[in-house]
């Protein structure tokens, strides 16, 4: 049983587009949300993070939005950029948890393709 | 880029032989983790270690076993290979339990 679910296997875009990528949990304990991208051949690298607390955070050209209410969250990286094209995993925590603390559970993956 | 070093980098096994990665990091973080990559999955935890000789299960720990020696150095071992060992294996690092964890370049295995 899947808690954190990214429903599009893959996901193509424009150079210089939006790219909207999607993540849905199912566990409420969770309170810490992150973005990690990964290149092939290489380990995930942390791209942005939110907590429970704010619906919004942003750094540079990506934003991650948080709907509680819904058990959602999206990432978007505006203008999208070649460079961009990695495969992205939504990852969440439950900080304030005993059980989740300190270990992220990780949804599929979602495969960005940035065309030029 | 946190220094996080994994060994081997590819490794092909036959099924039954015991198997050790070794995790090693410069960065002095006290938790550590282990994860494998199967497609459909994404990332699962399958053991952390929160100091030295102290660790824990993950997700899917059955056949794994861990042990951290030193706090730079976390061995993941598989006692006896099986071909649904077959996947990408990665560490990760985080300074204190709710931190950001960080990884290291992974390790492809086949088991075959």
């Known amino acids: 049983d899947q808690q954190v679910k990214q429903n599009s296997p893959s996901l193509s875009v424009q150079e210089g587009r939006i790219s909207i990528l999607n993540c849905d949990y199912t566990?409420?304990?969770?309170?810490?949300f992150l973005w990690y991208k990964k290149y092939p051949a290489e380990g995930p690298t942390f791209l942005i993070s939110i907590s429970s607390i704010k619906d919004k955070n942003e750094d540079g050209r990506f934003t991650v939005f948080l709907n509680k209410s819904a058990k959602h969250l999206s990432l978007h990286i505006v203008p999208s950029q070649p460079g961009d094209s990695a495969v992205y995993f939504c990852a969440a925590s439950g900080r304030s948890s005993m059980e989740y603390g300190n270990k992220l559970v990780f949804g599929a993956g979602t495969i960005l393709r940035v065309k030029s | 880029d946190a220094g996080i070093t994994q060994s081997p980098r590819h490794k092909v096994t036959e099924t039954g032989t015991p198997v050790t990665l070794r995790c090693h990091q410069t960065?002095?973080?006290?938790?550590m983790y282990w994860y494998r990559q199967d497609p459909g999955h994404g990332l699962r935890l399958i053991h952390y270690?929160?100091?030295?000789?102290?660790?824990d299960k993950g997700e899917v720990s059955d056949g794994y076993s861990v042990s951290r020696s030193k706090t730079e150095d976390f061995l993941l071992t598989l006692e006896s290979a099986t071909s649904s060992q077959t996947s990408v294996y990665f560490c990760a690092i985080s300074l204190n339990r709710v931190e950001t964890q960080y990884f290291g370049p992974g390790t492809r295995l086949l088991v075959l």
């Open positions: 960065e002095n973080h006290r938790y």
């Open positions: 566990n409420s304990m969770f309170d810490y």
């Open positions: 270690s929160y100091g030295v000789k102290d660790t």
